[in-house]
């Protein structure tokens, strides 16, 4: 084995100092073998922060009309079953990632009043497989969630009491073509307590799963704040924010007194720069919030 596998095995286990080393290494000219890059590609050029192409699915759940669905919801996101900026935010997203952040939209789209759990998981099953597939030049993946979070562990509230867990998301992906391709998923949730998701991945120590929630495991989020803070938050000078007003913008002021906090966070496997920059289209994906790793 190459040195840089090495390296790239010792990130992936959480050793930080590993993650100076793959950098290193790299800069010097070190490459993986053909064997090695199946399993480590993808943790190599995540260190370095840079991706080939990315290639996002988007999912938009705004409510239920049956109360039931809503079982473990906190009682501010309960009161507004129908979360009505949902669609909106999917038609903004969808315009912003295709016009200027040059992202591919897969037409594995899921926009659904009423979503229902084997949809969902269908459409995501297309998308880590056939779609995948079909687009071999794409190593990033990104899925985008949009509705109702439970408030024990971060499910995805569909209808009828159905429920998505994060580790009903990871068996799928486990199990797919773009897991043994050495792609990476990319999940941004803009729900409720996304938090315990963020937490789960590190916990897990995931190597090629990056998660960004809108907000920590105890909160809840407002609807339309989150997607309209990240999309100016990608915006280049002279309309781009920095980090510390994305931040700020996630706070709703009521005078003097903070009316309601979201706190976003992200888990990166090996730390370092909270972006992706993708060399196919030259564009930066800026991720924002607590950072957690596999170290921690």
Excluded at 77 to 106: C, G, P
Excluded at 179 to 198: R, T
Excluded at 201 to 207: G, N, Q, V, Y
């Amino acid at each position: 084995s190459t040195p840089l596998w090495w390296a790239a095995l010792a990130a992936n286990a959480g050793k930080e100092a590993s993650v100076a080393l793959v950098r290193l290494l790299v800069s010097s000219g070190a490459k993986l073998s053909d064997t090695e890059k199946a399993r480590h590609q993808g943790t190599v050029d995540g260190v370095m922060g840079t991706r080939n192409k990315m290639r996002a699915a988007f999912f938009g759940c705004p409510g239920t009309t049956d109360r039931t669905s809503l079982r473990g919801v906190s009682v501010t996101a309960r009161s507004n079953m129908h979360l009505t900026e949902v669609f909106q935010d999917m038609y903004e997203l969808v315009a912003y990632w295709i016009k200027e952040a040059k992202v591919e939209v897969s037409a594995k789209i899921g926009l659904d009043p009423e979503p229902k759990r084997c949809w969902v998981m269908d459409k995501l099953s297309e998308f880590f497989n056939a779609d995948a597939e079909v687009h071999a030049d794409t190593d990033t993946m990104l899925v985008y969630y949009s509705g109702h979070g439970e408030g024990t562990a971060g499910d995805w509230c569909l209808h009828h009491d159905d429920r998505i867990s994060f580790d009903d998301v990871l068996t799928l992906w486990n199990g797919s073509f773009a897991k043994s391709k050495a792609k990476v998923l990319v999940l941004v949730l803009d729900s409720c307590h996304s938090g315990w998701w963020v937490e789960r991945a590190r916990d897990l120590k995931l190597p090629d799963v990056i998660v960004q929630a809108a907000c920590s495991k105890t909160q809840t989020t407002i609807d339309g704040v989150f997607n309209s803070v990240l999309i100016q938050y990608q915006k280049v000078p002279p309309e781009d924010i920095s980090h510390a007003i994305a931040m700020g913008r996630m706070v709703t002021m009521r005078g003097d007194k903070i009316k309601h906090a979201c706190e976003p966070c992200v888990y990166i496997p090996w730390g370092g720069a909270k972006e992706i920059t993708c060399s196919a289209t030259g564009k930066t994906f800026k991720l924002m919030g607590n950072m957690h790793s596999a170290s921690g």
